[in-house]
Structures are given as C-alpha cells and as structure tokens.
C-alpha cells in the first residue's frame, strides 16, 4: 500500500527554522520513475494552498510566492524522501503542512492532481 509519512513539524520561534519529511513507501512508488512531490498548507478557517513541489530529479521547482527565498524543496530518490526546508518562519506560516505525490513528469501546483497525500504535520510560529 502506498503511503507518504511526514515528520518534522512542531513549534518554533518567528524568525526559525523547520524542516519537513516526507517519506514515501509502497510498490507504486518504489518501481515509479517519475514521481512529483508537491507540498500543500492549511490554516484554520482557510482553504488549502500551494507551498511548493519539486519534479522526479529535483532540478524542477516551483514556489508560491509568498514562500520564495524562505523555503527550499528537495528530495532524496534514494531514500524516497523529500524534505522542505522552512526557514525565516513568520506567524503566517503556521498550518497544516502535507506532502502529496503524483506520477507526472511536469510540477503540478493545484491539490486535486495530487492522489497520494501524507497525513499533515502541524507546523506553529510563535511571536
């Protein structure tokens, strides 16, 4: 069965720095070649938004723009794990952090052309 498991999330000072986990596991994923990750946030009482996503190599990527030159994705094929470095968190950046994956080989920004989604880590900025 395929799953993405995240990790990392928690609390941190504005102005920190976070890095999320996304591991990928099952034989869909393990014998894909072209697996797009994208990563997606929720805030309480708002609709789900596009952070980041990266293309099967990792040398495609595409940032909101409100994320730019603060977050970085990558990802590790080896491992099958992607990561998305958060630095200079702000309060606005506090939410519900998923990873989901597809098997594109162009980046996809919009969530309903993700059908594999992890479980959400919540990520919290303190003033």
């Known amino acids: 069965q395929e799953q993405l498991v995240e990790s990392g999330g928690g609390l941190v000072q504005a102005g920190g720095s976070l890095r999320l986990s996304c591991a990928a596991s099952?034989?869909?994923?393990?014998?894909?070649?072209?697996?797009?990750i994208g990563w997606f946030r929720q805030a309480p009482g708002k609709e789900r938004e596009f952070v980041a996503a990266c293309d099967w190599s990792g040398s495609s990527t595409a940032y909101a723009d409100s994320v730019k030159g603060r977050f970085t994705i990558s990802r590790d094929n080896v491992k099958n794990t992607a990561y998305l470095q958060m630095n200079s968190l702000k309060p606005e950046d506090a939410a519900v952090y998923y990873c989901a994956a597809n098997f594109q080989r162009r980046i996809v920004t919009t969530g309903t052309g993700y059908p594999y989604w992890g479980q959400g880590n919540q990520v919290t900025v303190s003033t």
């Open positions: 099952g034989r869909t994923f393990s014998f894909s070649r072209y697996i797009t």
